[in-house]
């Protein structure tokens, strides 16, 4: 029995280890998405003059915080089309060499 207890404390100590990691990586992230909400609140709150966009015959008046939103938005969509669009040809080329 004495040589079994070695094992169970370094296991706890093990589980105790990885629950503090764990909290304090909770801590970190926390601290990101409240200084992220902070950064964009701030810049939302900084540019609230209204800015024209136009395109082609067509025009938009919006809060500058409000555009950056959409292209940021935008910008998400299309990089995730490009990304699993190339995903899908790199998949398509290796799965035809290894046929071949």
């Given amino acids: 029995m004495l040589a079994n207890q070695p094992a169970r404390r370094k296991t706890s100590t093990t589980k105790q280890?990885?629950?503090?990691?764990?909290?304090?990586?909770?801590?970190?992230?926390?601290?990101?998405?409240?200084?992220?909400?902070?950064?964009?609140?701030?810049?939302?709150?900084?540019n609230t003059l209204s800015t024209t966009v136009s395109f082609f015959s067509a025009s938009v008046t919006l809060p500058?915080?409000?555009?950056?939103?959409?292209?940021?938005?935008?910008?998400?969509?299309?990089g995730g089309v490009v990304v699993s669009s190339l995903r899908a040809l790199i998949h398509g080329a290796t799965k035809e060499q290894s046929q071949l």
């Fill in 64 to 78: 500058l915080s409000i555009i950056v939103l959409a292209a940021y938005v935008m910008g998400i969509l299309t």
């Fill in 17 to 46: 280890l990885k629950q503090k990691e764990e909290t304090s990586m909770r801590y970190i992230y926390m601290t990101l998405i409240v200084g992220a909400t902070i950064i964009v609140l701030l810049f939302v709150f900084e």
